[in-house]
């Protein structure tokens, strides 16, 4: 079936390193959306991105969307401990019936000192 | 404003009875979903109402089942538990159906476990 796949699975630094996560859609998306889940949380809305090859910053997050809208990223510069959490693409999939908002896999990051 | 508010936040259950889970959105959000989140598969969508209507469905069996009320509230029912069904169990509300056009806010979901 259509997915949203993401890569890695997991990742753990060292504070003050770049991160990048990695979403594949097997469908042209309309939008893409990132969330963050911290550890025993719920997924926060982080941003949107609906224009091919559409870039937004966010401090130090960098995200991107496809020139083809079926892949995404999101890039942190110099992490901190405050970016720990599980990083989820989300985008709207139709069904046959109305589209659903499916979300990645998620990226779990891990950051320590 | 207030956020999405889920009830109740801890569930414990026992296998072959059943549950309601209750969703209050962000007020004028009158699209809601709802989504499972387990550690092996991800946060799977279960269904999503607008307007008292369901307007979509995943692919989960007929023991889960929602309804949504005419001030946008909304109910998750899951019958006969089954071990599998231990998850943590999240409500988004949104302006539009679907799309998702300008965000989802989470509830902080509800922990039901089923032994």
């Known amino acids: 079936g259509q997915q949203v796949m993401q890569i890695p699975q997991y990742q753990h630094v060292q504070e003050g390193e770049d991160f990048t996560t990695y979403c594949n859609s097997s469908t042209t998306l309309s939008n893409i959306q990132w969330y963050k889940q911290r550890p025993g949380g719920h997924p926060v809305f982080l941003i949107q991105?609906?224009?091919?090859?559409e870039v937004k910053k966010q401090k130090r997050l960098t995200f991107q969307f496809g020139e083809a809208k079926k892949n995404s990223s999101l890039h942190i510069t110099a992490t901190q401990t405050t970016d720990v959490g599980t990083y989820f693409c989300a985008g709207p999939i139709y069904t046959g019936t109305a589209s659903k908002l499916t979300f990645g896999t998620g990226t779990r990051l891990q950051v320590t000192l | 404003k207030a956020g999405v508010t889920q009830t109740p936040r801890y569930l414990i259950k026992t296998r072959g009875q059943q549950v309601t889970l209750s969703c209050s959105p962000i007020?004028?959000?009158?699209?809601v979903s709802w989504y499972q989140q387990t550690p092996g598969q991800g946060l799977q969508f279960l269904f999503e109402y607008f307007s008292e209507t369901q307007r979509n469905k995943g692919n989960f069996p007929g023991r889960f089942s929602g309804r949504q009320f005419s001030n946008s509230r909304s109910e998750m029912n899951v019958s006969t538990l089954e071990l599998g069904d231990s998850a943590l169990y999240l409500c988004a509300s949104s302006l539009e159906i679907g799309t998702g056009s300008y965000g989802y806010t989470f509830g902080s979901g509800t922990r039901l476990t089923v032994v």
């Open positions: 991105l609906v224009k091919s090859g």
């Open positions: 007020s004028g959000h009158r699209s």
